[in-house]
């Protein structure tokens, strides 16, 4: 299996997620309302599933790799034009949350704006990995080895094995954080 196969796994799962926000953008576009569980882990599955799991994996290992390749210039414009969908993927993200504490804090504006950013990601994500998919990974594969091929997946499974460790951690020093909060207010 070359590298591009799990990534394109992974774009599988962020698709059937897509399929669920649009779904969730319908409703809030129907009723003016959104639900708040829907929302929060749709931002997580972004969050930790496409931008940290799959990005991660893309820019961490795939990338790295690749920038100590002699791309071609097309080929290092397609790099660097992934990158900076990525970013925008984080700053709408950002932009989802801050909709979503807004509208949880009494705006009822905000509703339109989280569905706005729902959409953006509905928008987003299919001409991103068709893009990754169709173009860049195809021509990033020819730039590796066979042997070169196998370590990345090889580290591709260890970047997934370290990724529920890293995840929980987080979970875990944010909940202590709050609950030193609360302490120091009572």
Request: proline residues 3%; glycine residues 2%.
């Amino acid at each position: 299996m070359e590298p591009r196969g799990p990534l394109m796994i992974e774009h599988r799962l962020i698709m059937r997620m897509l399929a669920v926000i649009e779904k969730e953008a319908d409703k809030i576009d129907k009723d003016n309302v959104i639900n708040r569980p829907c929302i929060d882990i749709a931002v997580d599955f972004i969050k930790t599933y496409a931008d940290r799991t799959h990005h991660g994996k893309e820019e961490d290992i795939l990338f790295r790799k690749l920038e100590k390749k002699e791309l071609s210039k097309v080929d290092i414009g397609i790099m660097n034009e992934l990158v900076q969908e990525h970013a925008f993927g984080r700053i709408t993200t950002a932009d989802l949350s801050k909709f979503t504490d807004a509208y949880q804090n009494g705006d009822a504006e905000a509703v339109q704006l989280i569905s706005v950013a729902l959409r953006k990601f509905i928008d987003f994500f299919p001409k991103h990995i068709e893009k990754e998919e169709k173009i860049f990974f195809p021509l990033a594969m020819e730039y590796l080895s066979e042997v070169e091929q196998q370590a990345m997946l090889d580290e591709f499974w260890e970047f997934d094995r370290k990724l529920i460790h890293e995840k929980y951690s987080s979970v875990v020093d944010s909940l202590e954080n709050r609950m030193d909060n609360m302490d120091a207010v009572y």
